[in-house]
């Protein structure tokens, strides 16, 4: 199936390695994403905080020029997909907001019906693609690798539109598909502190301490929000310091552990761009 | 948290502060004070007002004390106490219009979030997506927040990982203009009272 597919703007930098992954994943399984030519940023979580019509409309600009291809919207950021996916559920819910919003486009030359379907990255691979077809696909067994299926909040909340909003599962069956183990991990859906990192460091370290604490004994974590990945993964180090315990956790997109089952190379999945190394993961996978 | 009095009297209460904060004043008013919101929430811990303790203070319209908390800014829109409320609060959203208030009031307490959240829109603005090298220049520079050494180090580690471009300008997209119009109408439409 083709999908219109927009990226997200942590997936042109910080989180490029997921981009790259994605996309040759979903072209391994037989499926395309086509990028939404000119997309802009969604708002992140930052824009209604500011403006609640601006959250309404950044979104809204790529929904109109998405339906003009009749395809469905595929975002893999969790931020991206709340944002879109909240335009066409708030069209639904207040009606005022529909000529406001018309009014807005239209100063852009823009139009929205409010028909674009917007779907996560997750739900495409694990409902559309599914958890067979991902089976038959893999040429390196991970079997014994300890995964944690760490999704995140937005990526199921608030409306747990393709998977549970508690203790999703859509990723453990994809872990389990492609011979890993999904890590018992009550904190799959609780949050990383987002941007807290960056306004608030104390709470923020506290928050990934405690996600990563819980993550012990597992081999690698696994993500489908580059906000999630980047918490997790750039700071380990001063973790470590802070606990006294060394931790070391590599943290894989999704999209990337696929890939390894794949046999996709590591340059393919832009592995070397994770902070914390994966090499003695990929060691590990050797000797299985 | 230790326990706190009021002694309330009329010039401190705005009974209109509920209607202007929750897109469903009904359901606020409904609020039982179960705390569920507040077991829900990572961040209550760190917060002046827990979330339960936050509606009861806007049920009685205490506005001055409820925007000048740091309550709602250490919100991250996880949305776990929005999916459990037991009374369909629309919890998460409110905390956003409370950001939006405090601002406008000029009381917002925590303005390291209230500048970053600028940051963010203004970059946008300028580029079309984000570009996270300006959008930490131009917040750190407006927050005078010496804690810009923190992250220098990580910094620099994206920039050798090839993780982050220093070119702001090579993420601009070509609606710039559709862009622009966007924000003015919008800017537009939210200074009519």
């Given amino acids: ?288 | 948290m230790a326990e706190k009095t009021f002694n309330l009297t009329r010039d401190m209460l705005d009974h209109t502060f509920a209607d202007l904060v929750t897109p469903d004043r009904e359901k606020l008013l409904t609020c039982i004070q179960c705390g569920t919101c507040t077991a829900s929430c990572p961040t209550a811990y760190a917060m002046d007002y827990t979330p339960r303790q936050l509606w009861r203070l806007i049920q009685l319209g205490l506005k001055e004390e409820v925007l000048t908390s740091n309550s709602f800014w250490l919100c991250t829109a996880c949305y776990l106490c929005t999916l459990r409320c037991l009374r369909g609060i629309a919890c998460t959203e409110t905390m956003s219009t409370l950001k939006r208030m405090a601002v406008s009031m000029g009381m917002e307490k925590l303005s390291s979030s209230a500048r970053f959240y600028e940051a963010f829109r203004d970059t946008v603005r300028r580029h079309g997506r984000l570009h996270e090298v300006e959008l930490m220049a131009t917040f750190f520079g407006r927050a005078k927040r010496l804690g810009a050494m923190g992250y220098t180090r990580l910094g620099f580690t994206l920039w050798r990982k090839g993780k982050v471009s220093l070119d702001a300008s090579a993420v601009n997209i070509r609606g710039l203009d559709q862009i622009e119009a966007i924000y003015r109408k919008v800017e537009e439409l939210e200074a009519k009272p």
């Avoid at chain 1, 309404?56 to 395809?71: F, G, I, M, T």
């Avoid at chain 1, 696909?137 to 909040?153: A, H, M, T």
């Avoid at chain 1, 937005?154 to 453990?172: A, F, I, K, N, W």
């Avoid at chain 1, 890993?180 to 859906?189: D, G, N, Q, S």
């Fill in chain 1, 1 to 288: 199936m083709r999908y219109s597919y927009m990226p997200g703007c942590s997936l042109l930098s910080t989180a490029r390695g997921y981009d790259t992954s994605a996309r040759a994943v979903i072209r391994e399984l037989g499926s395309e994403l086509v990028e939404l030519e000119d997309w802009n940023c969604c708002g992140a979580n930052a824009i209604e905080s500011v403006s609640y019509l601006l959250s309404v409309a950044l979104p809204a600009r790529n929904l109109a020029l998405a339906e003009l291809s009749n395809r469905e919207l595929v975002t893999s950021c969790s931020s991206c997909f709340l944002n879109l996916f909240k335009v066409n559920h708030r069209l639904q819910r207040e009606p005022p907001l529909r000529g406001r919003l018309e009014e807005i486009l239209a100063a852009a030359g823009l139009r929205y019906s409010g028909k674009c379907r917007v779907r996560h990255l997750l739900d495409v691979i694990a409902n559309d693609i599914g958890v067979q077809a991902v089976a038959n696909r893999v040429e390196r067994n991970l079997s014994g690798l300890k995964v944690v299926p760490y999704y995140g909040c937005q990526t199921v909340r608030p409306y747990g539109e393709y998977d549970g909003p508690y203790l999703p599962t859509s990723m453990d069956r994809l872990i389990e598909a492609v011979g890993a183990v999904p890590f018992p991990y009550l904190w799959k859906t609780r949050c990383c502190g987002g941007i807290l990192m960056t306004t608030e460091k104390a709470i923020g370290m506290s928050l990934v301490s405690e996600l990563l604490a819980a993550a012990q004994g597992a081999d690698c974590i696994v993500t489908v929000c580059p906000m999630c990945q980047m918490n997790l993964d750039a700071y380990q180090r001063e973790i470590s310091v802070q606990l006294g315990v060394r931790i070391h956790m590599p943290v894989l997109f999704l999209t990337q552990l696929l890939g390894l089952a794949f046999g996709l190379s590591e340059r393919e999945l832009l592995l070397d761009q994770n902070i914390v190394p994966v090499s003695g993961l990929l060691r590990q996978l050797q000797t299985v």
